[in-house]
């Protein structure tokens, strides 16, 4: 652990989670750490919108489909099928949905509020900075291609470096710290 200025600080890629126009209270966080064969993704929003049950036009509103997207963008675009600059699901070994590198398990709101945690082998931490991670309207059925029907994009965070010295985190990259 690197010290600078008293303090110690460490390395952390994440990203800043924010609601996009068809959900503008959704903030959060997505923390990638480094596990044994893989990585912990940790991912924590509050503002999500109340679950719906299907209607004969639409899936539910809920649980709502994760996925770490190609382009580190979150570029809104079109205000009524937002940041679709972030590209597909992130498959760097071309597999179908439901196993591409960057599928992710639903999160479940709670009054608005998903905490998760989940491994996977997938990548390492640093394999995803660079990237984005998305949270969708719909549920991911896992099986529909390519996508899993999640429909609309809520919410986008661009997975960065960041650092952390003693609670404070920010934005500037690990070479000026650890
Ligand atoms: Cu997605």
């Given at each position: ?68 997207h ?11 099928d937002?940041?679709l ?30 905490k ?10 640093n394999?995803?900075?660079?990237k ?5 309207m719909?549920?991911d059925?896992y ?36």
């Amino acid at each position: 652990m690197a010290r600078r200025r008293g303090r110690s600080c460490r390395r952390l890629v994440a990203a800043r989670i924010i609601g996009g126009p068809l959900a503008p209270n959704i903030r959060g966080w997505a923390y990638f750490t480094p596990a044994a064969g893989g990585s912990w993704v940790s991912v924590r929003v509050s503002g999500l919108p109340e679950y719906m049950p299907a209607t004969n036009s639409r899936p539910p509103i809920g649980p709502h489909g994760l996925h770490i997207h190609l382009y580190g963008t979150c570029a809104v675009g079109n205000p009524a099928d937002p940041f679709l600059a972030a590209g597909e699901h992130w498959n760097p070994d071309n597999q179908l949905h439901g196993n591409h590198a960057g599928d992710l398990p639903v999160l479940f709101s709670n009054d608005g509020v998903a905490k998760m945690r989940v491994f996977t082998n997938r990548f390492r931490p640093n394999q995803v900075v660079g990237k984005s991670i998305i949270i969708h309207m719909y549920p991911d059925d896992y099986r529909t291609q390519p996508t899993g029907a999640s429909g609309p994009r809520l919410a986008c965070g661009v997975i960065k470096n960041y650092r952390i010295c003693g609670n404070r985190i920010s934005p500037k990259p690990p070479t000026s710290c650890c």
